[in-house]
């Protein structure tokens, strides 16, 4: 039982550059997420999915697309790459958010945008 | 105003030292809380769901005071492997997301 997987880990883009970040959980989890975490900002939800097949957007989408083909992947693709765009993003995924279920996120990826 | 905002420290206590941090979050319909732990450069970690009554783990105690809308978190007898951020999680139960402190930095001294 791997939980939430993140490839790949590190990643350094050039401006304009586009790419993709994949998140696989094995748990059987309905609901997925992608989150940025920058110094002094805490996490801040870009986008996340509430089962197979469907999207929604968070706080901070500009920028930044999804897909959730199969349940167990979430794709988060950053078209043309910014600096603005350099952050730590983890993936996380839960059965439900209500009650007391737990998120379990991803080991993160480090992007750098220069 | 912020949905959950927390001090960011850092808070430096000795070892054996009894520690506290609390979080406020805005929306008063607010359902879920949590803990975590996050380590340097790692991903978050549950620490512990918050509940009404309060909840009690070992030398970690959270409670919740609804009235005042925050929560805290209270670590007895702080270890060094205690040093870490702890981050408040709320989930405001209008959707299905979940927001987040910016964390609190402790680091525990010999």
């Known amino acids: 039982n791997a939980g939430v997987t993140q490839t790949p880990k590190f990643r350094v883009l050039k401006t304009g550059q586009s790419m993709t970040l994949l998140c696989a959980q094995d748990?059987?989890?309905?609901?997925m997420y992608w989150y940025r975490q920058d110094p002094g900002m805490g996490l801040r939800l870009i986008h996340y999915?509430?089962?197979?097949?469907?999207?929604a957007k968070g706080e901070v989408p500009d920028g930044y697309n999804v897909s959730r083909l199969k349940k167990q992947n979430f794709l988060l693709g950053l078209e043309s790459a910014a600096p603005s765009q350099t952050s730590v993003y983890f993936c996380?995924?839960?059965?439900?958010?209500?009650?007391?279920?737990?998120?379990?996120f991803g080991p993160g990826t480090r992007l750098t945008v220069t | 105003r912020k949905e959950v905002e927390q001090d960011p420290g850092p808070f430096n206590v000795p070892e054996g030292a009894t520690v506290a941090f609390n979080c406020t979050y805005s929306?008063?319909?607010?359902?879920?809380f949590f803990w975590y732990r996050q380590d340097c450069r790692k991903e978050p970690k549950l620490l512990m769901s918050?509940?009404?009554s309060g909840n009690e783990d070992g030398r970690f105690t959270a409670q919740l005071n609804r009235a005042s809308q925050y929560i805290s978190l209270l670590i007895r007898d702080s270890k060094l492997s205690d040093s870490a951020t702890y981050l408040c999680?709320?989930?405001?139960?209008?959707?299905?997301?979940?927001?987040f402190g910016t964390g609190t930095s402790l680091t525990v001294i010999p």
């Open positions: 996380a995924s839960t059965n439900t958010p209500l009650g007391s279920y737990e998120q379990y």
């Open positions: 748990m059987n989890h309905e609901y």
């Open positions: 999915s509430v089962g197979e097949g469907t999207t």
């Open positions: 929306n008063s319909a607010s359902q879920s």
């Open positions: 918050v509940y009404s």
């Open positions: 999680v709320v989930n405001p139960n209008t959707g299905n997301q979940f927001y």
